[in-house]
């Protein structure tokens, strides 16, 4: 099979297409032959050489979304057939032709949603929910602040959060992404570069603050983050961008009884990731067969041109997912 492999840590260009041993199913696995495989940060962390994959997972094959059509069954596997549409969280190995799932990570593609958006929605699907509404629980009539409206996680916490009752505010780092966030459905967007986002928040809630904060900014955002939450408010980290270590005031976390939590996703084990899977087919898939959730493709490449795709990433200039189409 061909794949894209890290030749050797680096810049976009290290990215090689390469021959590599087709895999074979193991019990608890099924075999996807790759449609299209999603682009995200942890990609490029792993292109970079700082974020290396879990044990088990292909240390030169990034990606961790992928859909297509299963050709193979493991021998426990009984939920799943050859030549059924799915789209799967892996822990690696998703830029590839083919690709080794768990079944229980694997979830149907519903017939109004092609495979190359299909391939947009896993990481950040499973990353949402089991952060927002598994972990900070965030629940209908609640607010949600999301950093990054227009990145991928930003555009499915959006959706989800809206589709089931809760108001939504972001921030983007200019007016056209402010613009795409509110037209996706966000009550408001903040342009961080222009103004105060804890001086918005606090506006905007006539001083109460929002109930949940979904952060990958990390850094300096951590105190701005306290002063925007309501009592009994929670925040969750997925990402620390602008640094690990910050001094923060812990009395108003105290004074507000605030929960500041964090989570990473790919090391945790399938079971985990498979009960996730359970709850968004349960509460999610039925929003996305009803186009009341959609998946939002910013620009789709050629598998071979990866290096491209990974250079728009680093960019930031895009609004949705990044994906790789297999021919």
């Given amino acids: 099979m061909n794949a894209v492999v890290i030749s050797t840590s680096g810049a976009p260009d290290v990215l090689k297409l390469s021959e590599r041993a087709k895999p074979a199913a193991g019990a608890d696995e099924v075999l996807i032959r790759v449609w299209a ?28 979304e992928i859909a297509g059509i299963i050709e193979e069954c493991g021998s426990n596997v009984t939920a ?23 079944s229980g990570n694997c979830l149907p593609v ?16 499973f990353t949402v929910w089991s952060n927002v509404f598994d972990r900070c629980k965030l629940k209908q009539g609640e607010s949600l602040l999301v950093h990054g409206g227009s990145s991928g996680i930003g555009v499915t916490a959006i959706q989800m959060a809206k589709a089931l009752g809760c108001t939504v505010y972001v ?12 037209l996706l459905g966000a009550d408001k967007a903040i342009n961080y570069r ?17 109930d949940v904060i979904l952060d990958m900014v990390g850094g300096d955002y951590l105190p701005l983050n306290i002063d925007c939450l309501a ?54 898939w039925p929003l996305l067969e009803q186009g009341t959730i959609k998946p939002v493709i910013y620009k789709a490449f050629p598998a071979r041109q990866a290096a491209a795709a ?17 021919d």
């Avoid at 222009?194 to 929002?210: C, D, H, W």
């Avoid at 990974?310 to 297999?326: A, D, F, N, T, Y």
């Fill in 37 to 64: 495989s999603g682009v995200n940060r942890p990609d490029v962390a792993q292109r970079q050489g700082v974020y290396p994959p879990p044990a088990g997972a292909p240390e030169d094959i990034p990606g961790l």
């Fill in 80 to 102: 799943w057939k050859k030549g059924d549409r799915v789209c799967a969280l892996v822990a690696g190995g998703g830029y590839a032709e083919y690709c080794l799932a768990n």
């Fill in 110 to 125: 519903p017939q109004t949603i092609t495979l190359t958006e299909a391939a947009s929605m896993p990481e950040t699907f």
């Fill in 171 to 182: 921030t983007a780092g200019n007016d056209e992404k402010c613009t795409f966030c509110e």
């Fill in 194 to 210: 222009t103004q105060s986002f804890p001086e918005s928040i606090n506006m905007l809630t006539s001083g109460r603050g929002v």
């Fill in 231 to 284: 009592e009994e408010g929670r925040l969750v980290m997925i990402n620390s961008m602008k640094g690990m270590n910050v001094n923060i005031d812990i009395a108003k976390v105290m004074r507000k009884r605030l929960w500041i939590t964090g989570s990473f996703l790919r090391s945790r084990d399938n079971t985990f990731k498979s009960s996730v899977a359970s709850e968004l087919k349960k509460h999610i």
């Fill in 310 to 326: 990974h250079e728009l990433m680093e960019s930031s200039r895009h609004m949705g997912k990044i994906v790789l189409i297999w």
